[in-house]
């Protein structure tokens, strides 16, 4: 546990906070960034439309347990370049995809698919939490997010359903389909899971159901 | 939500189940009222044999798009080989099916990028068919079908949880407003019970957008809220539309005993599990009672006999509705 401990603290290490208690340095922005964003994932340009009106983040549900979140701030930020601020902070990920700011954005700004992007663009360079890291290796062993264990297995069958579900859990090809189509988008590379290397996409093993 | 010629065509069409994840890994209670209801209900429902996870639209969207929609796509064709619209009991996977299905059909170029993907396993993504959620498909159906088809009206106050993907984003969803829709609390409303009004009532339940497994103590917070706001309300349980949702609520609330010394013993029940009550299975039928929250107290209403569950004293009205 204490191992584990250790490891998610220095996974953790590069994601920090955006408190930002220091001016911005004209010289330490990147004007490249929002425009590969722009460029990546049509919509983010709306960006350029906020009026700071701050209706996004007084709307915000995290922001009224955690001030330090603040959702038009992170865009902001974006908008102006700062590349490794954003990337590198670990509000990007408090974001739980309500909706609620983009559905009252009187300019449109698409402030949730902004989000999505910049976490993707986050993973890329390898900036991930562990424990979504975890979520994702279980799609690819199992083909569930959130795969069956001993508990709910007997509660299945005290339910009178079958001990697995009729998904991936129950049909080793099926996972054999999973399994090719995430090494064909070369997801497997992009968290760092090794089970599939030196398979040819065909040729992946079916694991046994755990 | 209007209701249409093509809704009434859809409603004898059988549906192919998508379980998703937590559903029938972690609430298979939710499964199997969902199997039990729609018989009842006289709706045909099949199996997605070899269906995975949607895959879920916080963590893989976040990491990958292509990725997220290629998996999605797969499900989408399994649905599509059997020729059934989709029917998900999640929000999760309703809005990583439903914008898959429109994105791909709507994009000429990205659904033939999922193609090229779809290929290395012989599928093909045609876009044929309709991605359906649990409580939009019954309220297309009416919820005076689901009243007529309840034999045990419940006298219950309900906190209703929408969740956000089941009405959200508004533009893709179609389902009318975010900020104050009804037609989920009618549904709740056609099985007797009364949906009581309860302060930020739209508010995110926390669990959504991989928020639950980045910062769980912050998202513990805006569940701890809700389940406040909806004890101040005075409701006898929470009914949501969304597995996640569900675990939020459900093993949240013994979460937040942990974190931060808070009781609320409010019981969590998904629609199908109401609606199973109503239709006059007992809790354990509809594995109630292996939620990690229990409460006594609601589960005994249901011991009582069905005589009190009525209402007829209260409610003559329902009870009129089912002779």
Known sequence: MKQKNKEYEKMNHCIRDISMKHPIKTSELDPTFFEEIKEEEPGTEKLLMCLNCKGCSSSCPVTGVEPAYNIKKLLRMTVLGMRDQVLNSKELWYCTTCYRCQERCPEGVETVGTILKLRSVAVKNGIMLPAHRKIAEYVMRTGHGVPINEKNRIKRKELGLGELPETVHTHPEALSEVRTLLKACEFDRLVGFKEFEGTGAKGLKTPSVT | ?323
Request: glycine share 8%.
């Open chain 2, 1 to 323: 939500m209007k209701k249409d010629k093509e809704d009434e065509e859809d409603s004898k069409q059988p549906l192919s189940l998508f379980l998703g994840c937590i559903a029938p890994n972690r609430y298979p209670g939710i499964e199997l009222a969902t199997k039990k209801v729609m018989e009842r209900l006289g709706v045909a429902i099949q199996e997605l044999e070899g269906a995975s996870c949607c895959p879920a639209p916080g963590v893989f969207q976040s990491f990958d798009k292509k990725a997220w929609l290629t998996l999605a796509s797969r499900n989408l064709t399994l649905s599509e080989a059997k020729g059934t619209d989709l029917l998900t009991i999640c929000n999760g996977c309703y809005a990583t099916l439903a914008d898959t299905n429109q994105i791909l059909k709507s994009e000429p170029e990205t659904k033939a990028a999922v193609n090229e993907n779809l290929l290395t396993i012989g599928r093909e993504f045609k876009g044929t068919i309709k991605v359906r959620h649990i409580v939009e498909f019954l309220y297309a159906l009416s919820p005076q079908t689901v009243r007529e088809a309840v034999s045990r009206p419940l006298d219950l106050k309900v906190g209703v949880h929408y969740g956000c993907h089941l009405i959200k984003p508004t533009r893709e969803r179609k389902l009318g407003s975010a900020e104050t829709p009804t037609f989920f609390d009618e549904l709740v409303e056609a099985t007797g019970a009364k949906s009581i009004d309860y302060e930020d009532k739209m508010a995110c339940c926390g669990a959504g957008g991989g928020a639950r497994s980045a910062a769980q103590e912050m998202t513990l917070k805006l569940t701890e809220a809700k389940l406040r706001h909806m004890q101040q309300a005075g409701v006898d349980c929470i009914v949501d539309a969304c597995p996640f949702c569900h675990l939020q609520f459900d093993q949240g609330q013994a979460e937040i005993e942990e974190h931060f010394g808070t009781v609320f013993e409010i019981p969590v029940l998904h629609y199908s599990q109401l609606l199973g009550l109503a239709l006059g299975y007992s809790p354990k039928e509809l594995g109630i009672h292996f939620n990690r929250t229990q409460n006594s107290a609601f589960l005994k209403k249901f011991e009582q006999g069905s005589e009190q569950l009525l209402g007829r004293d209260k409610n003559p009205k329902l009870a009129a509705d089912e002779t």
